[in-house]
């Protein structure tokens, strides 16, 4: 499953490696050869980035990058298509369909007609791109209904009536959001141009801005983003480049950064802005830089590699992944949880302990880090304290299969059948697909004479999970009985 992702990642550095050869040429005059090389080492500066570990290392996020590969394949069809005379159609087609493709992986596909747009000032100069104002109204007008789209979708699936709640929970509003993430987006400038492991994390410390100055830093970063904004609209026809760069950044940011309640902020949502970062700047030095620099810049490759590989390490642990998540965000209930988890399922009782008590001391929404400590207290014998953590969890989630499960499953081992039964039936009517909890209420069944009761339950349990060895196993036992 991860190379399937590195293919997506590589195809989506190649289209941008083609972009980059179309595009560059109205901008800078050099001959072919110098601009292939500075292409390539745009394109490859982009691709070994350590940024985009989250979003090719992390399974979840397989959307990011066929919404990114579909979406810079858009963007090449269009462009291949401005810059010809005939044949223009089969290319607009091709950018139409990666365009639908794109939004239907993501959010951000919908981006693909607000880049055409962007590309505009690029194109100028082609003979064959030459348009009248009624194609740059229709360009305009498909960016617009590509954004009314996605608004339309937002609201027919619910999300939109779902935010109000949402914002409630958090116990901040859409101003609140707005204000932070202007330091959140300068915050992943930063990150891109340094992308030093100190800066990438799974989950991040964020302080909520509450005030243009509170923290302080919220009224500079909104200013520093108005203007750059501002630098943009006035370079447009100037200095087309810088401004396709700066409104390409911030348009990529734009569907998570703004008022849509989701986390504050994730280090995959860097994925296509640093496209418009990491290739111009790469492309600059290489083709401004004395020849006798391009070792320099074969090093700083090989860096970005090195720090790719070292973060891609990290993610290949889950303890190692949560421990560095927890150095980095200390405060969040999140990784310590994690972190909890993923030492009791290793066996490592002794240190998930520790981060059990640090995830419940930051008041976690769910049972997991007091279960996670229950059964490591329970493998290191101590039954007294595991049985509190347990039958805690029960009483602070009752609504919670897993806690319930849990908590049956401890009273079953202390020889406490009829309560150990209450509390495993209370967790499949929670929960009626908790397999365990079927095997668990079987043995209860059998060991108090009814095996009768096993039976179904075992029955019920292979209709649903037909591989359940374990289950098979026990039907059998049951069946002599």
């Known amino acids: 499953m991860h190379l399937e992702n590195i293919a997506l990642h590589v195809a989506s550095a190649l289209l941008i490696f083609a972009l980059l050869l179309r595009l560059a040429p109205s901008v800078v005059k050099i001959d072919e050869r110098r601009l292939t090389v500075a292409a390539a080492i745009g394109a490859a500066a982009w691709a070994l980035s350590p940024v985009h570990t989250q979003a090719v290392s992390y399974l979840v996020q397989r959307h990011t990058l066929m919404s990114g590969a579909l979406v810079s394949g858009?963007?090449?069809c269009w462009v291949r298509g401005r810059k010809i005379s005939r044949g223009r159609s089969l290319w607009f087609a091709g950018a139409g369909l990666c365009f639908a493709a794109a939004a239907a992986s993501k959010e951000s596909g919908f981006l693909a007609p607000v880049y055409w747009l962007l590309a505009e000032p690029l194109l100028r100069s082609a003979p064959a791109a030459r348009v009248n104002r009624r194609f740059m109204a229709g360009l305009a007008g498909a960016a617009l209904m590509a954004g009314a789209t996605l608004l339309a979708a937002l609201a027919l699936s619910g999300m939109l009536d779902g935010f109000a709640q949402t914002y409630r929970e958090l116990g901040y509003g859409p101003l609140e959001r707005l204000a932070t993430e202007a330091r959140v987006v300068l915050g992943y400038l930063v990150t891109i141009v340094l992308p030093l492991p100190s800066r990438?994390?799974?989950?991040?410390?964020?302080?909520?801005?509450?005030s243009l100055f509170a923290p302080w830093t919220t009224a500079p970063a909104i200013i520093i983003i108005l203007a750059a904004v501002a630098v943009a609209v006035a370079a447009w026809h100037r200095r087309p480049a810088l401004a396709v760069c700066i409104l390409g950044f911030l348009v990529s940011l734009a569907p998570e950064a703004t008022i849509v309640p989701v986390e504050l902020i994730n280090d995959h949502r860097m994925y296509l802005a640093a496209a418009f970062v990491v290739p111009p700047l790469a492309m600059w030095a290489a083709l401004n830089l004395d020849r006798r620099a391009l070792p320099v810049l074969i090093a700083v490759l090989a860096l970005l590699?090195?720090?790719?590989?070292?973060?891609?390490?990290?993610w290949q642990d889950l303890i190692k992944l949560w421990s560095d998540s927890a150095k980095?965000?200390?405060?969040?209930?999140?990784?310590?949880?994690?972190?909890?988890?993923?030492?009791?399922?290793?066996?490592?009782?002794?240190?998930?302990?520790?981060?059990?008590?640090?995830?419940?001391?930051?008041?976690?929404?769910?049972?997991?880090?007091?279960i996670n400590r229950g059964i490591s207290l329970m493998r290191l014998g101590d039954r007294e304290q595991?049985?509190?953590?347990?039958?805690?969890?029960?009483?602070?989630?009752?609504?919670?299969?897993?806690?319930?499960?849990?908590?049956?499953?401890?009273?079953?081992t202390v020889r406490r059948g009829p309560e150990a039964l209450a509390e495993i039936s209370r967790a499949l009517e929670l929960d009626p697909f908790l397999a365990p909890a079927y095997l668990l209420r079987a043995r209860i069944y059998l060991e108090s004479g009814n095996p009768a009761q096993a039976r179904a339950d075992l029955a019920l349990l292979l209709r649903m999970y037909p591989e359940n060895e374990e289950a098979r196993r026990l039907l059998e036992e049951a069946g002599k009985r």
């Open 74 to 76: 858009s963007c090449y």
């Open 386 to 412: 595991a049985g509190l953590d347990f039958a805690a969890a029960a009483q602070k989630w009752p609504d919670s299969a897993l806690a319930r499960f849990n908590y049956g499953a401890f009273l079953f």
């Open 305 to 314: 590699g090195g720090l790719t590989a070292l973060r891609n390490r990290t």
């Open 200 to 210: 990438l994390a799974l989950d991040h410390e964020i302080e909520v801005s509450t």
């Open 328 to 370: 980095k965000s200390p405060a969040l209930y999140r990784p310590w949880s994690n972190l909890c988890g993923a030492l009791t399922d290793e066996g490592e009782f002794h240190r998930a302990i520790p981060a059990c008590d640090a995830a419940i001391r930051r008041n976690p929404p769910g049972p997991a880090p007091q």
